[in-house]
């Protein structure tokens, strides 16, 4: 039967591939959509919770994160277009003007 | 027993969408994985009895964000981005760490959870219904306050994508 | 709620006054903007005095337990408006001479300052998940606000994916923590952790996720290393209120998350606490003392305050709580001046980031004694020597530790303050035994300046010398 | 009580009215004052009763007031110093004629002579210490008189240093005293040590021959006179402490009679006039602290006295011949000189007859006392002895190289002093001849007590003294030309030693004085010593620049150093932040497991 | 007006402050005039003290106490004892002698220069007056900052590595100081259930011993440092050095007695058990004879003149020290009357060397020589300076050290032996000092055109030398004023009973 905590490992993996392209992936756009996978890895354990705790706030915050995660990707990606226009690249590995 | 196998389904549609969204060359491959993987996650809020969820998700999410996601991708003509490496240099690094992360989960994750009862809310109203109730009363507050967040998103995001005055 | 609605209000007003003033950027026009901006300050102070009578040592909840105003939320909420005030005085003269006069900076600010407040009084998970954001944003947006340059770009480009990243952990965290208490409210997660398992994995896991979140927002070792990128990057003013908002809300919150609902686990987080403060200080400290560039340094710097901070709620008693308000107070006030000094340097014509060099403040004493002089000042108040403010945060900090048999961690901490004096001091050195250096940088004072300054001195050297009010301030409101 | 203490005053005032205004007195105003009070202090002497009076309190918690205290010894010591003081005064105003510090020189004679009085009249140990350091200093001053000679210079501070060395062991001595540590031998060595410091005797002697650059009249009153039986009187004071340490009693009195007949035979090879006068000088306290080392005290005074006639006779005698000679010092360059000199001549005669023990002078009635206590230790009586010889032949040996035999360089316009210079000389013969027959010893006995029975027969000791100085005038009569082995021209090398050890040990690459002594200081075995001092005192500062120093300064470039690696993580590049936060809170989470 | 002279003295000097810096920079004279006075007018309102002080009463005169930061039981506590009064006197004496001294020594940024001395003046007279820890640490970090300024603006050639080796080495002492206070404060508060940082209540404390030993040694450190004691004491010599005449003058004449007087006013009375555990005892008068034998050695093979001196402070503070923790009577009085001994001895050989470098702008040993026949005046004032310094019987120093070795005596006949080795050495490197400088002929014919003592170089120097006398001559009254303050801390150490 499926539990809370095949949820809660569904989400686990899916923290793990957006920090793994966090990490890993030198598109700063790409980086943010692996951002987007931690987030949804947060919702669906705020569903699973609500649902095994029958305590319906847990979809209310998950609402809340799904706005702010769309807060913060069209910030982001204005931030990503100022960038773009003085120096024509999106390559995080190249974002290192500032260092030491 | 019907659950399980969406469940799986779903679930496997989530993970292997952000599987290839991570490992994509071409960021708009990414954005379109992305998409597979956000739609199979509505489908688990759906499963997990989050109507409301699963629309916002579809609409806010797959909708709103994704457009904006190729939009900049379209903007930021990457054809040079696309040639270049696309994995930093600390890879096995981040593999590693992500190994031992997720050896972590598992003994987090070990102990079975109950068997998940279905929801009930106090008033047998629907999903939708009870959340906003509880979203107007109990988180009014935050409502009102992540209005201004988007907000602020939005301003900034115009100033900040604006070609400065002059240049 | 009323301060919080002011700044909204005004805070919403004038970020849109940029679409209806258009192109028009009239003196007159931008003269409005400040005044509003000013307006709205006065109004939130005029309203955090009233609350601060109406509550008279008692705390309110307010929205169904979604904030609680209460005298230690009022004094952090003090702080930011000092922080949004000197920021804004110094800003005007710093944008024209950036040429970035937009309205949108002013709105940015106070509604950042009204996400600190959230951070502040909130109580809820979702309020403060929601407050942080609305800071983090704006503050996003700030630090990028020289589009034309590069080094904002960036800053503002690491600020916002490593302060997304963290907000995602926070997020991942904070679902967790939900489902162990099954309630957003910070009260209800305090009751369930204590009746329920303290070694439940799951509450560790969101222990573990959401101390890392919110240690990233004070930036402390090792989750600091976007802060001297993004000091160094943002224009100086907006690193001022970064510096001195930013991390004053963050404790607040820390404060608040560690007190009440995880003061439980305190078994479990205080050696991390430690050795996050102990990290800090050496990074900060060791990092600082060969940087070159002043806002960096003061960046780094700023990491080894917040490990001094962090000491004050390892140790945990009243003496270490009240230390940590009278050390943020004091900071405050302290890095708002020095940064403002920095501020001050920037002038028209020079290429940016020329002007917060060591080498161009050398023989600043001769050129301008005033603000070497009170450069001198807030040095040494970060530094902690007496009599200015800093002492008497690192004091607190200090008897905090020994009351709790912390011995090796009090001589730790004391001995980094030789070190600090070292870095600190170089810049000294510059100002008044370096040459004076022939591209140096004038320092064009305005009015706002002026005024910022002469606020930042007088708190620093006051609370140095009679700090009774002040501390009694502290002690009143950290009373519950 | 009142001229008890104007006897300490009047030099005083004398010093300080010198060093105030002395720079635009006339000198024969100068002159006036500076005689005039140390008449004036003698006068007082002689009228002053036996008394003790404190008058102030000094340092109240070491029972130290400003006391003075008149009694025999003290009386006798006083006598000596203002009288002999007195002649050395007016001889001066002769001999410092010319000199352009004549208000400093005597301000610094006055000075000595109130500090002298101060040493011997203090009424406890600590007033006396400044007295004895007092004389010290005006000893260095004296000696650096003309500073413009760096050897003049070096003398003084060579003097000054190794009397402090004696000093130190004074000021333990009296520190015990003061505190009341009951009476041990060890107090006693160290009340030695003082005594051997001031009084020169071995081994830290060697300054006194160098202190023969000083002005010829100040070498007559303090390193002849007064200021070296310093040590004598130290002795004879502390008698108590010495009677119940008959160990220490006989170290004393083995050094006087090694010093005696080590500084005897030094003299007789000396070229030098004054040199042979202050290795006599040596010779003469040697016997002085045999007689104390064998517990005859008021003996040692005696030749105290006698010495103090006869030496500063010699000492003035032989300023007149420097003066006759234009500064010449060398013995080998005169000769025959009795007949341009007949008065000096005559006088000094006196002196040295009266040094050599003939019978009948002065110097024959207190030197037979002590070799006569000395009867009972027959070795040191022997070695008395053998110092007679020598004596009586190096002053046969002097007067004959001085006035007799042939002139050995031209010279012309030599002539007798002044009066000024040749009366003081026939007061002090006067006394060389008589001071014998006016024994103290029934004065001092109450106060030192008596000496032990030595139990000679006065007789056997007189005869043999006079046969032992008879046959060292026949000695030295036939021989006075020869010249003498290097090791005893060079006093035996220890002034070479002390300097390479001490002085060249410490004060690397020193003064002028030292550099003359280079080629013998690489003797080996002594070189080796001064090597080791030297290493010492190099190793301090090698030991603060590298290893104190040096580990602050390790400290600190370790500190600045262990910056650059915190500030090189700070890469970047932002994915490696986001990859250190994860690892950061890997580790927080492995913890809180693992816990 | 006496009922607030003490503070009336304290803050004199940030009164003068005020007219100081309304004058404008380039009115030189007027800068001089206005500093000097102000200094002048501080060592005048002190003499006041001497004729109202009270040596037979037992306890604190001119005390006032106000509350400063009740919250955490500091207070404005000041009052002096005579262990204060000698240093207070001393303070005022040497800051105005110090100020006097800059008159044409220094040309360039007089103004910041004397509002630093002033600053400095007060910080200095608030270290000695404080009888609350609290007050007391604040001043005693006051302290730095003028100094790192004077040492650093108008040193020497190193000046820079100097003032700031100066700086952290004695704050990190001084850090660790503030831990050991604070400590005490804990522990008091948790007997009596009061915060308080005065010193009287302070004193009341029952320790166990590991705390007692925790305050001792972190007290220790922040004192030694400031002495300096071996092998805390190589700041000492590049500060000397570097730092301007007035700055070294005052350094050595006052500031390094900052540390011997913690040592008597707080470690011993507050950490008695554990400052008279023999083992703490041996191992700082070994320190401090080391420190006595080691600096006159090194001073004997320095080339530079003024580093000589400042070698030789270290040794001179060993006295101290060793009289200090002979933990009697004669050691303690002796050191506290040590510590003005070399104020006056020290200052005056680093006036000389200020002297002779204005006019020849050399420090080198060798660039002298002979210097007697030019400068009489100032051979004659050297050669007092050099005597009260190396203990010549009638001047001060002796008096201070024979206390001191009475005391040593008293304490280890072993220590006594071995410091008074010492007094041989001082002798041996100033009198060579003196012969390599003064005596001889003259060696540079530069140096035949230097001008004697000045007037005003005159008055700096006779007051010092009147002082010097009077101690040596008739040190009583000072010893009166020591008598009670003295006695009652030894009565504490020894007593037991607390």
Request: proline share 3%; net charge neutral; aromatic share 12%.
């Amino acid at each position: 039967m499926i539990t809370s905590t095949h949820y809660l490992v569904l989400g686990g993996l899916l923290a793990l591939i957006g920090t793994l392209g966090v990490l890993t992936r030198r598109n700063v756009v790409v980086i943010l959509m692996s951002i987007e996978l931690i987030l949804n890895a947060a919702n669906l354990n705020l569903v699973a919770f609500a649902r095994e705790l029958n305590q319906i706030q847990g979809q209310v915050f998950a609402v809340f994160v799904i706005a702010i995660a769309v807060a913060e990707a069209s910030v982001g990606l204005g931030i990503l277009i100022a960038l773009f226009r003085n120096k024509e690249t999106v390559d995080a590995g190249e974002i290192d003007l500032l260092k030491w | 027993m019907l659950d399980a196998i969406f469940f799986y389904a779903f679930a496997l549609l989530a993970v292997a969408g952000a599987v290839l969204t991570v490992t994509r060359r071409n960021a708009v491959h990414s954005a379109i994985w992305l998409i597979v993987s956000l739609l199979g996650v509505a489908g688990l809020f759906l499963l997990a009895q989050a109507e409301f969820l699963f629309a916002v998700q579809i609409v806010l999410y797959v909708g709103g964000v994704m457009l904006l996601f190729l939009m900049v991708i379209m903007l930021v003509n990457l054809d040079r981005a696309k040639q270049e490496r696309q994995f930093s240099q600390q890879w096995p690094a981040a593999l590693a760490l992500a190994a031992v992360a997720g050896f972590g989960l598992t003994v987090v994750f070990r102990k079975a959870g109950a068997v998940l009862p279905p929801m009930a809310s106090p008033a047998e109203q629907g999903n939708t219904q009870w959340l906003s109730e509880v979203m107007f009363r109990q988180y009014l507050l935050p409502f009102e306050l992540a209005s201004v967040v988007l907000l602020v998103a939005m301003v900034g995001a115009v100033l900040m994508a604006r070609k400065k005055a002059g240049t | 709620m009323l301060p919080a609605l002011a700044l909204a209000s005004f805070g919403c007003v004038v970020l849109l006054l940029e679409f209806l003033l258009g192109k028009a950027r009239a003196a007159a026009a931008r003269q409005w903007i400040l005044g509003l901006s000013l307006t709205g300050l006065a109004v939130t102070a005029w309203t955090l005095w009233a609350q601060q009578q109406a509550l008279d040592g008692r705390r309110l909840t307010a929205f169904s337990g979604a904030i609680s105003v209460d005298g230690f939320a009022l004094f952090f909420n003090w702080i930011f408006l000092v922080a949004s005030l000197v920021t804004i005085l110094i800003s005007y003269r710093y944008l024209e001479i950036e040429g970035e006069e937009h309205a949108e900076y002013y709105g940015l600010i106070l509604l950042a300052q009204c996400g600190m407040y959230f951070l502040a009084t909130g109580t809820d998970l979702v309020t403060i998940f929601v407050g942080l954001e609305l800071m983090a944003l704006s503050f996003y947006i700030l630090v990028g606000f020289l589009r034309g340059e590069r080094r904002s770009n960036e800053a503002a480009l690491k600020y916002f994916l490593l302060g997304v990243f963290s907000s995602a952990l926070m997020a991942y965290g904070f679902s967790l923590l939900f489902g162990v208490a099954g309630s957003t409210r910070l009260k209800d997660i305090g009751t369930a952790i204590q009746a329920g398992d303290l070694h439940d994995p799951i509450l560790l896991m969101g222990l573990a996720v959401t101390t890392v979140a919110l240690l990233f927002k004070i930036s402390a070792v090792p989750f600091h290393m976007w802060a001297p990128d993004a000091y160094e990057g943002a224009p100086t003013p907006v690193t001022a209120f970064l510096s001195v908002g930013s991390k004053a809300a963050s404790f607040a919150l820390l404060l608040r998350f560690f007190l009440e609902p995880l003061g439980a686990l305190r078994d479990a987080w205080q050696p991390l606490l430690v050795a996050v403060a102990v990290l800090s200080m050496t990074a900060g400290n060791l990092a600082a003392i060969t940087q070159t560039n002043l806002k960096r340094l003061i960046a780094y710097s700023s990491i080894s305050h917040a490990g001094y901070m962090l000491l004050g709620l390892v140790a945990g008693n009243e003496t270490g709580l009240q230390g940590i308000a009278v050390y943020v107070l004091v900071y405050t006030f302290t890095n708002l001046g020095a940064l403002l000094v920095v501020a001050a340097l920037r002038s028209k014509g020079a290429g940016r980031g020329t002007e917060e060099d060591l080498n161009d403040i050398s023989g600043l004493a001769q050129r301008n004694p005033a603000y070497a002089a009170l450069m001198v000042v807030f040095l040494l108040s970060l530094a902690g020597l007496p009599p200015t403010a800093g002492f008497i945060g690192k004091y607190y900090i200090f008897l905090s530790l020994i009351q709790t048999g912390h011995t090796v961690l009090a001589v730790i901490a004391t001995l980094y303050v030789a070190v600090a004096i070292f870095y600190y001091f170089r810049i000294v050195k510059r100002m008044y035994m370096g040459e004076a250096a022939e591209r140096a940088s004038l320092i064009s004072s305005s009015l706002g300046v002026r005024v910022a300054l002469g606020i930042t001195t007088a708190a620093t050297i006051v609370i140095g010398l009679y700090p009774e009010p002040f501390l009694r301030f502290a002690e009143i409101s950290l009373l519950r | 009580m009142v001229t008890l203490a104007l006897i300490l005053a009047l030099p005083l005032l004398g010093a300080l009215l010198m060093f105030l205004a002395g720079r635009r007195l006339p000198h024969a105003v100068i002159s006036a004052v500076c005689c005039g009070t140390a008449l004036g202090s003698f006068i007082c002497v002689l009228l002053s009763a036996d008394q003790n009076v404190t008058y102030a309190e000094w340092l109240p918690s070491l029972n130290a007031a400003w006391g003075l205290n008149l009694d025999a010894l003290s009386r006798v010591m006083a006598l000596v110093i203002t009288g002999v003081g007195f002649l050395i005064h007016v001889y001066s105003v002769g001999y410092m004629r010319e000199d352009a510090g004549y208000y400093r020189y005597f301000g610094y004679l006055n000075f000595f002579v109130f500090a002298m009085l101060l040493l011997v009249l203090a009424n406890n140990y600590v007033l006396m210490f400044a007295g004895w350091e007092g004389v010290g200093l005006a000893s260095y001053l004296l000696i650096g008189f003309w500073f413009h000679r760096p050897a003049a210079a070096a003398a003084g501070m060579k003097a000054f240093v190794v009397n402090r060395v004696g000093d130190v062991g004074l000021l333990l001595a009296i520190l015990a005293i003061q505190l009341n540590v009951p009476a041990a031998p060890w107090i006693a060595a160290l009340l030695v040590v003082g005594a051997i410091g001031k009084s020169a005797q071995f081994p830290l002697h060697t300054w006194l021959p160098d202190a023969m650059e000083g002005p010829t009249p100040v070498s007559a009153l303090i390193h002849a006179a007064t200021m070296v039986t310093a040590g004598v009187y130290l002795i004879a004071r502390s008698h108590t402490i010495f009677e119940s340490a008959a160990q220490v009693s006989a170290v004393v009195a083995w050094i006087g009679a090694f010093s005696a007949i080590l500084a005897a035979s030094v003299a007789l090879a000396q070229n030098d006039i004054k040199r042979v006068l202050a290795w006599s000088t040596v010779s003469q306290l040697g016997y002085m602290f045999l007689a104390l080392g064998t517990g005859a005290y008021w003996v040692a005074i005696f030749h105290m006295v006698t010495h103090a006639f006869f030496k500063a006779l010699l000492f003035l005698g032989a300023g007149n011949v420097i003066h006759a000679v234009y500064g010449e010092q060398d013995l080998r360059k005169m000769g025959g000189m009795r007949t341009a000199l007949p008065k000096t001549h005559a006088l000094m005669l006196v002196g040295a007859a009266s040094a050599a023990g003939a019978p009948g002078l002065a110097g024959f009635f207190s030197k037979d006392a002590i070799l006569a206590s000395a009867w009972s230790a027959p070795l040191l009586f022997v070695v008395g002895m053998a110092a007679a010889l020598l004596t009586a032949a190096y002053m046969t040996r002097l007067m004959y190289l001085i006035f007799y035999g042939t002139a050995r360089e031209e010279r012309l316009h030599m002539h007798e002093p002044p009066m000024v210079m040749i009366a003081p000389l026939a007061v002090l013969a006067v006394g060389a001849i008589a001071a014998g027959y006016v024994s103290p010893r029934f004065l001092l006995t109450p106060v030192l007590g008596a000496e032990r029975e030595a139990g000679a027969p006065e007789w056997i000791v007189m005869a043999l003294a006079t046969a032992v100085a008879g046959a060292g005038w026949w000695f030295a009569r036939g021989r006075y030309l020869n010249s003498w082995p290097a090791f005893l021209q060079r006093a035996f090398y220890i002034d070479e030693i002390y300097d390479a050890v001490f002085v060249r040990g410490f004060a690397l690459g020193g003064g002028r004085l030292l550099s003359a002594f280079d080629a013998r200081v690489l003797d080996a075995g002594v070189n080796g010593v001064g090597w080791l001092t030297r290493l010492v005192s190099r190793v301090s500062i090698w030991w603060d620049i590298w290893i104190v120093d040096g580990l602050v300064r390790a400290a600190s470039f370790a500190v600045k150093m262990s910056s650059y690696p915190v500030r090189f993580v700070q890469s970047g590049y932002v994915q490696f932040y986001a990859l250190v936060m994860l690892a950061g809170l890997i580790t927080f989470v492995g913890y809180l497991f693992a816990r | 007006m006496n009922g607030h002279l003490l503070s009336i003295l304290l803050f004199l000097p940030l009164a003068g402050l005020i007219p100081l810096l309304l004058i404008p920079s380039d009115q030189k004279r007027s800068l001089k005039l206005c500093a000097n006075a102000v200094m002048l007018a501080g060592f005048l309102l002190s003499l006041l003290l001497v004729f109202q002080f009270d040596a037979a009463a037992a306890g604190y005169q001119f005390t006032e106490n106000a509350p400063w930061i009740p919250s955490i039981g500091a207070s404005y506590n000041v009052g002096i004892d005579g262990i204060s009064l000698l240093l207070v006197m001393l303070t005022t004496l040497i800051g105005f002698l110090a100020t006097m001294s800059s008159w044409s020594a220094v040309e360039d940024r007089l103004k910041e220069y004397y509002a630093l001395f002033l600053i400095l003046q007060t910080g200095m007279l608030g270290v000695f007056i404080s009888l609350d820890l609290f007050l007391f640490y604040v001043f005693w970090e006051v302290v730095l900052i003028p100094m790192y300024f004077i040492i650093g603006i108008w040193g020497g050639p190193r000046r820079l590595y100097a003032a700031i080796k100066f700086f952290v080495y004695t704050l990190a002492g001084s850090v660790l100081m503030l831990l050991g206070i604070l400590t005490l404060y804990f522990q008091h508060a948790q007997e009596y259930n009061v915060y308080t940082f005065d010193l009287a209540r302070l004193l009341n404390t029952h320790m166990a011993m590991g705390a007692e030993q925790f305050v001792f040694w972190t007290l220790f450190l922040g004192f030694a440092i400031k002495v300096p004691m071996f092998p805390f004491h190589t700041w000492l010599p590049d500060a000397h050095v570097e730092a301007p005449t007035a700055g070294s003058v005052v350094l050595a004449g006052v500031m390094l007695k900052m540390g011997a007087y913690g040592f008597v006013r707080f470690s011993l009375p507050l950490a008695p058990h554990a400052a008279s555990e023999p083992w703490v005892v041996n191992t700082i008068a070994t320190l401090s004879i080391v420190a006595i034998l080691y600096g006159a050695l090194v001073c004997l093979m320095q080339k530079d003149w003024k580093r000589l001196v400042a070698y030789s402070s270290v040794s001179h503070m060993g006295f101290v020290t060793l009289g200090i923790f002979a933990l009697n009577y004669n050691g303690i009085a002796g050191g506290m009357l040590q510590q003005i001994n070399h104020g006056i001895s020290t200052g005056m050989l680093f006036l000389i060397v200020g002297v002779v470098y204005e006019r020849r702008h050399s420090r080198e040993i060798s660039a002298y020589g002979g210097l007697a026949h030019v400068m009489p005046n100032l051979a004659v004032v050297f050669a007092i300076a050099m005597w009260s310094s190396a203990a010549l019987p009638l001047l001060n120093g002796f008096i201070g050290e024979f206390t001191i070795l009475a005391g040593a005596f008293a304490a280890n006949k072993l220590w006594a032996v071995l410091a008074s080795l010492g007094v041989i050495l001082a002798a041996a490197y100033l009198l060579w000092l003196y012969q390599r400088t003064m005596l001889g002929e003259v060696t540079h014919e530069i140096n035949r055109k230097l001008r004697d003592l000045s007037l005003r170089e005159w008055a700096i120097f006779l007051p010092l030398i009147a002082w010097a006398v009077w101690i040596g001559v008739y040190p009583k009254p000072h010893f009166d004023v020591l008598d009670k303050p003295v006695r009652a801390i030894v009565e504490r150490v020894t007593g037991g009973a607390r």
